[in-house]
């Protein structure tokens, strides 16, 4: 495990501040106010990110590359174009972060975990002054985090749909624990 670049580091950055916004600091800020305080870290190992705790990180060193699987939360993964894309193994740091969430009904749980977008009539309830294209998690009504996509439309947008509309482009659900699972944890 090695720490992130210069560039790496920005990346991920700005790919989590479309989820997490201005709270994005608190992700990496000192767990208590003692001098010698543990932080979170973010490590790469085969092309992954890790969210690990520094004195875990730390430890890890002594562990041989091709040995160590995997240490922390998983955060997702730089593609061969530089690009770095979530997986759903983030979504409880996420949710517990977010800018904003998007709630739907029962009637919806089902059609998102099997990997469709969020349709209008699956909606109970949307935040007020939510742009077009911005991160968000989709709970229940329960407020369980099943998945996060992207907003396809604004609030008041959303609001003229017709039911059938889309209103979040699903990036990411629970259901690809099942769907995935051959490859979600492989290397390469």
């Not at 190992?45 to 922390?72: E, K």
Request: proline share 6%; glycine share 6%; net charge positive.
């Amino acid at each position: 495990m090695r720490p992130l670049t210069e560039e790496e580091t920005q990346t991920l950055f700005k790919k989590l501040a479309e989820y997490t916004g201005a709270s994005l600091k608190n992700l990496i800020a000192p767990l208590d106010s003692s001098p010698n305080a543990d932080r979170y870290v973010f490590r790469l190992s085969h092309g992954r990110v890790y969210y690990v705790r520094l004195s875990l990180a730390n430890l890890a060193t002594s562990i041989p590359r091709d040995n160590l699987l995997s240490l922390g939360v998983c955060m997702g993964k730089f593609t061969k174009t530089g690009k770095f894309r979530l997986h759903i193994t983030s979504l409880p740091i996420l949710a517990e972060h977010a800018r904003s969430k998007i709630w739907i009904r029962p009637n919806g749980v089902m059609p998102f975990l099997y990997g469709s977008n969020v349709a209008k009539a699956h909606v109970a309830r949307f935040p007020e002054d939510t742009p077009e294209h911005q991160g968000i998690i989709v709970c229940t009504q329960d407020d369980v985090p099943l998945g996060f996509g992207i907003t396809a439309r604004s609030t008041a947008e959303a609001r003229r749909l017709d039911p059938t509309g889309v209103v979040c482009f699903r990036q990411a659900d629970c259901g690809e624990y099942l769907r995935d699972e051959d490859t979600l944890f492989a290397s390469g």
